[in-house]
């Protein structure tokens, strides 16, 4: 049972560390989630949106 669960938090955590790459750029953000990002704020929005993203997931790969 162990292992399903350690396996379970790395699979987890690997998917919530995929959209990290959108920190790169708006165009990166816009291939991420299929939108246009027209307005800054937005674009500060989702880039912090990844960034919280990217945390959660190192702290779930880091829990497994």
Do not use: C, D, W
Request: charged share 10%.
């Amino acid at each position: 049972m162990e292992k399903v669960v350690t396996g379970l938090l790395v699979l987890v955590g690997i998917i919530h560390l995929l959209p990290v790459s959108g920190v790169l750029g708006v165009e990166r953000l816009a291939a991420l989630y299929g939108v246009s990002l027209g307005e800054p704020n937005i674009e500060i929005l989702m880039r912090h949106r990844a960034i919280l993203f990217g945390l959660l997931g190192l702290f779930l790969v880091y829990a497994a």
